[in-house]
């Protein structure tokens, strides 16, 4: 798992330098979806996962970017990460029972990556 992360946040990486900080998420996620794919890697975006509540579906949700099916990208612009966008991650992790996800914030000069596990 550890190699795939690593070949995803390079793709990040790689989008943030060609792009930098500034773009709206939709952007970053249209740039990061071609790098994956170029990279070979099964991505797809906007993918949607059914929450339940006490057995009940109550809705449906989608992901930005989630790759191999085994690994959700939720993509961030903003001045600084928070607590918040940790919680919407591991909530999504939780509902789509995938185990990682990446946490990519390009609104910064370096790209600002978290790493999650659920």
Same mark, same amino acid.
């Given at each position: 798992?550890?190699?795939?992360?690593? +070949? %995803?946040?390079? #793709?990040?990486?790689?989008? !943030? $330098?060609?792009?930098?900080?500034?773009?709206?998420?939709?952007?970053?996620?249209?740039?990061?979806?071609?790098?994956?794919? $170029?990279? &070979?890697? !099964? /991505?797809?975006?906007? $993918?949607?996962?059914?929450?339940?509540?006490?057995? #009940?579906?109550?809705?449906? !949700?989608?992901?930005? %970017?989630?790759?191999?099916?085994?690994?959700?990208?939720?993509?961030?612009? *903003?001045?600084?990460?928070?607590? #918040? !966008?940790? /919680?919407?991650?591991?909530?999504?992790? $939780?509902?789509?029972? %995938?185990? %990682? &996800?990446?946490?990519?914030?390009? /609104?910064?000069? *370096?790209?600002?990556? +978290?790493?999650? /596990?659920?």
């Amino acid at each position: 798992m550890e190699e795939l992360t690593g +070949k %995803i946040i390079s #793709c990040g990486i790689e989008v !943030h $330098k060609k792009l930098g900080p500034g773009f709206l998420e939709s952007l970053y996620e249209s740039a990061l979806l071609i790098e994956l794919q $170029k990279q &070979g890697l !099964h /991505a797809a975006s906007q $993918k949607e996962i059914r929450v339940f509540y006490d057995g #009940c579906e109550i809705g449906v !949700h989608r992901l930005d %970017i989630i790759v191999e099916d085994k690994v959700i990208i939720e993509l961030k612009a *903003v001045v600084e990460l928070d607590q #918040c !966008h940790k /919680a919407q991650l591991l909530s999504y992790l $939780k509902a789509s029972n %995938i185990k %990682i &996800g990446l946490l990519l914030n390009f /609104a910064k000069a *370096v790209l600002q990556v +978290k790493r999650m /596990a659920y």
